[in-house]
Each structure stands twice: as structure tokens, then as C-alpha cells.
């Protein structure tokens, strides 16, 4: 009767399925982080507080505190549920979640990479890349020290055991430079130790297996090697700079338009008046906003230089002093932030 008189349809809806289980990785929020490595091979994930400070205070970007004879070669910002890809001049790669990476304060040294990550001590990371779900670039590119350039798709990262794999083979005494992604239409951009650099677009290489040993690049003569590799987005093809650091101090910005694009291969054009008082190209990078140079002698002096005070020049000029030299030193490595 109290049904007849006050039953009515059910208002939710009965579904019939098994419980989903949940895994660790559902646990851990998502939110922005930013994740700093150093030249001596420390790496560490800052607090999303840690990031937004650093964001509002514009020229403390760097929010991390590494020893005197360090600098930082890699900071980037990245969602905690992102992988990152570590590259190794020895060609083989390594991946990791975001959150995996320990959190540390700013003031900390963080976590030698070597007993983070399953490699091997005699191999030195090349390249770190951070991707998520929502990655829009479908290629990594490659390069070598010795001109070689290969292309693979993103997608051929997706499953990496801990102990690493294999992302380009070598040849005999060549060595993994650098490791960007691509979209597939971008141009690249290498230059060499001895002063030449090439420009060519990136459909001019066919994407390649993890396992295969790519094509050449740019041609060396002699004892040449690659000493930097960079993208040129499609959106900054016009307004780009190219900024060469050279190993006694000297560094020198040229506007894209003087390298004209090329066939993938050449031996390219000069980019720089390599003498004995400017020493040979260490990097080369492409500049597209008023970025700081920071730079890390062989005896471990450091500088950072905004690099509004290195003039436009032309491809063949050798050049501005932006570190000042000690008898004997060198400089060993340098980023863009």
C-alpha cells in the first residue's frame, strides 16, 4: 500500500562495473614545478611556491643555490605528472616522472643525477627534455659531435626501463652533443668549434628507429666537431638572433637573416672569426627575447651577463669580451635563461 501509494521511478542510475584500482600516480597532484640540474650534475624539484616567487620577481630567475664552482645548465618548469628524458653523450637515454624527482628547498644542493638514475658515472647527461600528455612536438632531434643528426618520433620514448635504452647508435669515437624537440617544420641550426655553421630545415632529415645511426649534418674538416645545436621556430624564423660563445671569453649575436637555409650536409657558412685570442666555439644558441648568459670557466669562475650588452654584429666578427680570463682557463660550459 505505501508503495502503491508513494513509489515513483528511481532518480540515479544503477551501473553495473568493477572498481577501478587506483595507482600511486592518481595520488600526486598535479601542479607546476621547476626542476634545476647543474653542470656538476645535481638535480632537484622546487616547491609550485618556489616557482610563482621566482615568476613575479622577474630578474631572480634562477632560485637556486649551487656550489662557487657550479652553474645551473638546465631550468625549466614542468607539471609533476610530465616525463623527462635524459640524454647521455654516450647515445643512450633515461626517463623519469617529475615527481620522482626529489623536492628540495632553493637553498639545497639536491641529488647527484648518478644516484638518481641508473647510469653509469662515466656517462655525462647532454640533454633533459620534459614532456606531457598534451605535447605538441612529435619528434626528437639528435645531434652528434661529429655532424650526425638524426630524427625520431616522440611517441618511441613512450616506455624506457630504469636501466636505460638506446636512442642513436654511434660511431666509433662520436659522441651525443644535444637532443631537442621538434614539430616536424622547424629549421636547424649547427655550428662547429672551428667557426662554421648550417642552417637547413628540418623536413631535410627523415625520421629514423631508435636504434639507427642517422645522417649527416653538417660536413667537418679536420679535427672540427659540433660545438652547438639550436631550433628555429617556425613563429621566430625572422626576429631570431644567433648568439656564439667562444672558449676565452668572447661572445658575439647575428641576426638569423644572415644565414641563409641550405641542403642538410654541407660544410655551411662561417659564423664567427675564430682566432687564438677568441679560442673555439663552445655554443651556439637562438635568441628570441633579451635572456642572460651564464657561464662556468674550467676553474670554476662564473659569471651572468645580461646579454643586452653583447652588440649586433655581422656572421664574420670575433666578437665581445663577456668573461674576463685567467692564465690558462677556459670556458667550460654556459645556458640561456
Request: with cysteine; net charge positive.
Amino acid at each position: 500500500e505505501v508503495r502503491d501509494r508513494y513509489g515513483d521511478e528511481r532518480k540515479t542510475q544503477l551501473i553495473k562495473q568493477g572498481l577501478t584500482a587506483l595507482k600511486d600516480e592518481d595520488l600526486i597532484p598535479q601542479e607546476e614545478s621547476m626542476i634545476t640540474f647543474s653542470a656538476g650534475g645535481y638535480i632537484k624539484r622546487l616547491p609550485p611556491d618556489t616557482f610563482k616567487s621566482q615568476k613575479r620577481g622577474g630578474k631572480g630567475l634562477i632560485g637556486s643555490d649551487v656550489a662557487d664552482d657550479d652553474i645551473l645548465t638546465h631550468f625549466f618548469s614542468a607539471d609533476t605528472h610530465d616525463n623527462l628524458l635524459f640524454f647521455t653523450d654516450r647515445g643512450r637515454v633515461f626517463q623519469t616522472k617529475v615527481y620522482e624527482i626529489p623536492a628540495a628547498s632553493r637553498t639545497s644542493k639536491g641529488k647527484a643525477i648518478h644516484n638518481f638514475l641508473e647510469m653509469p658515472s662515466e656517462e655525462k647527461i647532454r640533454a633533459i627534455i620534459p614532456y606531457g600528455k598534451e605535447e605538441k612536438a612529435q619528434y626528437l632531434s639528435l645531434v652528434t659531435t661529429g655532424g650526425t643528426i638524426k630524427k625520431t618520433l616522440l611517441s618511441d620514448f613512450a616506455h624506457i626501463r630504469r636501466t636505460g635504452i638506446i636512442a642513436i647508435t654511434l660511431s666509433s669515437g662520436d659522441a651525443l652533443r644535444s637532443a631537442k624537440l621538434t614539430s616536424g617544420n622547424d629549421e636547424i641550426l649547427l655550428s662547429t668549434s672551428g667557426g662554421q655553421s648550417i642552417r637547413f630545415k628540418e623536413k631535410d632529415v627523415r625520421p629514423m628507429g631508435r636504434s639507427a645511426g642517422g645522417v649527416r649534418g653538417i660536413s667537418l674538416k679536420g679535427k672540427d666537431t659540433v660545438a652547438g645545436f639550436d631550433i628555429i621556430r617556425t613563429d621566430s624564423s625572422s626576429s631570431a638572433r644567433v648568439l656564439v660563445v667562444m672558449e676565452n671569453g668572447f661572445a658575439k649575436q647575428t641576426p638569423i637573416k644572415e644565414y641563409k637555409v641550405q641542403n642538410r650536409g654541407g660544410s655551411g657558412i662561417r659564423t664567427a672569426n675564430i682566432t687564438p685570442k677568441t679560442g673555439p666555439i663552445v655554443s651556439t644558441f637562438i635568441l628570441t627575447d633579451e635572456e642572460e648568459i651564464f657561464a662556468l670557466s674550467v676553474k670554476g669562475q662564473v659569471i651572468r651577463t645580461d646579454l643586452s650588452s653583447v652588440r649586433s654584429t655581422g656572421r664574420s666578427a670575433q666578437g665581445v669580451r663577456i668573461m674576463n680570463m685567467n692564465a690558462g682557463d677556459k670556458i667550460a660550459d654556459c645556458t640561456i635563461l
